[in-house]
Structure formats: C-alpha cells, structure tokens
C-alpha cells in the first residue's frame, strides 16, 4: 500500500482500528475466558487493565504511526535513531504472521458454517451435535484448507485494493454488519434459560476467585481486545493525514 494512499476520513480510520480489535477478541475469547477465571472478577480485572494500561498504549502507538508516516519498522527507529526500540516492530510483523496463520483458520471455520447455515443443517441441534459437527469440520483436511483459502482470497483482495477503497471501504459496510449481528447475538442469548444467572456471574465480582493467573490473564485479554502490541495500530495511524489533523485544530 503506498503512503500517498490514507484514510478518506476520521470514521474509516475508527471503522479500521474497531475492526481490528473487535471480533474474536471481544465476542469469542472474552466470554469463555471470563468463564473459565472467576466470572466477575476478571471481567473488572480486564476493564481496569484496559482503561489504565491497554489504552494508554494504544493512544501511544496512535501518535507513534501518525507522526512517523511510515511502517511500525521505520517508526521506531525515526523516533529513536540506534535504539534497539525497532526491535518492536520486528516483533509486531511476525505477531502479525503468527496472529494471520490463527485467524485465517478461524476465518475458514467461518466460511464452512456459513455455507451450511444456508442449507439449514444447523437448525434444531443439540449442543452435543454441535460439538460434533465442529469436530467433523475439523477432522476433513480438504474442507479445512479450501474454506481457509477462501478467507485468505477474500483478504488479499480487500488489502490490495489500499488504505481508501479496500480496508476502508470494506470496514462501512462490514462494521456495521457486525454491530447489527451482536445486537442479535445479545438479544437472543438473554432469551435463553439461566440467561440472568449468566449475567450476574458475569458482572458481579467474587474476590474469591482472584488468583495471580487471573490477573495475567486479563492483561493479556485487554492487550489482544485492543489489538495493541503487534504494531498494527502504528501501520493503520501511519496512514492519516497530518495535513487534515492540523487542519482541523482551531486556537482561537
């Protein structure tokens, strides 16, 4: 993607990063992880993590992409020529392929149910049929591989298309989708039986459950729900505009 290609505006680059950071992260692994450590207690754990360290970083790696202009590489080593602060965008490109080798096999789940969502083989089953039906996805390796390649079209096609009509342009009309879909994901899971038990367990916090591996635990949730870390947010800050950033200041 060339540097003369940015954001066309504000909200496309808000769409981005919420893209990135919301999804597995926040409808996936946040409910099965705060389940499995102390319901509550790592729910406040996660939401205090995330305003007083994930989000402090994340406003960093903003202002780090946004005046840099360039990859997170290049970045860090403008901002700290001979540091060995480069070492972190290093580090976030191969997270980054590490991170694409997992989501491009979730992404390929996807597309196997979805294909069968249409045929209405997913109605009616018990959760033990579910589970067998994701087993029996997963044990098909031509299946597997051909839904992953799939995905990984789709996102090849997107990317090459640039900063302004491809992610951007993909994000207005996928973002919106997906808050519609969770909206939908919510209403139904409060129909179902033990839904208010379910959520109490969720918010109200038992202190008992609180052990040092929780407290790890919720870091890393808030790290990988924001997406900060892996230098993805320095790349996607890279491409605003510093002109039409200053333009908008007015002291008066």
Do not use: C
């Not at 007083?52 to 700290?80: C, H, M, V, W």
């Not at 924001?226 to 605003?240: I, K, N």
């Amino acid at each position: 993607m060339s540097k003369q290609d940015q954001w066309t505006s504000k909200l496309g680059f808000i769409l981005a990063a919420a893209g990135s950071a919301i999804g597995l992260g926040a409808i996936w692994k946040l409910p099965y992880m705060t389940g499995e450590n102390g319901g509550g207690v790592f729910f406040l754990l996660f939401i205090i993590f995330t305003l007083l360290i994930g989000a402090p970083i994340l406003i960093a790696e903003f202002t780090i992409g946004r005046n840099a202009q360039k990859d997170a590489i290049s970045a860090y080593k403008n901002i700290a020529p001979g540091k060995p602060w480069a070492l972190i965008g290093y580090g976030g490109v191969v997270a980054s392929i590490i991170l694409l080798s997992f989501f491009s096999v979730v992404g390929g789940w996807i597309i196997s149910y979805l294909a069968r969502s249409f045929t209405g083989s997913l109605s009616n089953l018990t959760q033990e049929e579910y589970g067998n039906f994701f087993n029996t996805i997963i044990s098909n390796p031509y299946e597997t591989v051909i839904a992953q390649l799939l995905f990984m079209v789709f996102t090849i096609w997107v990317v090459q298309g640039g900063v302004s009509k491809g992610i951007e342009k993909a994000n207005k009309y996928m973002m919106p989708s997906l808050f519609i879909l969770f909206i939908i994901l919510l209403i139904r899971s409060l129909t179902l039986d033990g839904a208010m038990e379910g959520v109490k367990f969720f918010l109200k916090p038992d202190f008992s459950a609180l052990t040092g591996e929780t407290i790890l635990l919720a870091l890393g949730q808030s790290f990988f729900a924001l997406s900060v870390g892996v230098s993805v947010m320095v790349t996607y800050a890279s491409y605003l505009s510093k002109k039409k950033i200053l333009q908008n200041r007015h002291f008066r």
